[in-house]
T-cell receptor, first 111, second 114 residues
């Protein structure tokens, strides 16, 4: 059974801090891994997609890394802003784009 | 480009009643997904369509849940009869194909079963 775990479940930081969100998965034979953002009452927005052959992806202040051998991915957010407050979800695809989601990390960036 | 549309946005029903949700994916997207997201958890895939065919429905409780995508465009998810534990947000997503591509999500339908 594929399991995806995200730690911590919640995180509160002051504005301007750099932070790291963690995602671990039990089966390393993945096709890709995707990080999403979810705002309250809204759907998910894709942030970064890492193919199994890649080690990292970057978009603006966001950087996601993938280490298949250890079953881990991290999402690095630089210079956090209050607008970054949301729940961040990690999803792992094993085949045909079937994603297994973690429970998410709820981030609060304080002004 | 219009995003994934879902309706209704909210629904409150009593247990044993029936309910249906509608999803219109992004134009040209062949793959459509329905997810169930219970409060505090990540989304769980219920069913995946490729055009009008079912690719995966292994986690769909088929005794009460059904879904169709007859013309390979929009889709309907039905629950009959509903149980208290079906209270959740039902998310629809679509992607261009099924080969490790980005999924685009709709705003979801929040269901409360009393």
């Amino acid at each position: 059974k594929q399991e995806v775990t995200q730690i911590p479940a919640a995180l509160s930081v002051p504005e301007g801090e750099n932070l790291v969100l963690n995602c671990s998965f039990t089966d390393s034979a993945i096709y890709n891994l995707q990080w999403f953002r979810q705002d309250p009452g809204k759907g998910l927005t894709s942030l970064l997609l890492i193919q199994s052959s890649q080690r990292e992806q970057t978009s603006g202040r966001l950087n996601a890394s993938l280490d298949k051998s250890s079953g881990r991915s991290t999402l690095y957010i630089a210079a956090s802003q209050p607008g970054d407050s949301a729940t961040y979800l990690c999803a792992v695809a094993y085949n045909f784009n079937k994603f297994y989601f973690g429970s998410g990390t709820k981030l609060n960036v304080k002004p | 480009e219009a995003g994934v549309a879902q309706s209704p946005r909210y629904k409150i029903i009593e247990k044993r009643q029936s309910v249906a949700f509608w999803c219109n994916p992004i134009s040209g997207h062949a793959t459509l997904y329905w997810y169930q997201q219970i409060l505090g958890q990540g989304p769980k895939l219920l069913i995946q369509f490729q055009n009008n065919g079912v690719v995966d429905d292994s986690q769909l409780p088929k005794d009460r849940f059904s879904a169709e995508r007859l013309k390979g465009v929009d889709s309907t998810l039905k629950i009959q009869p509903a149980k208290l534990e079906d209270s959740a947000v039902y998310l629809c997503a679509s992607s261009l194909g099924q080969n490790q591509e980005t999924q685009y999500f709709g705003p979801g339908t929040r269901l409360l079963v009393l």
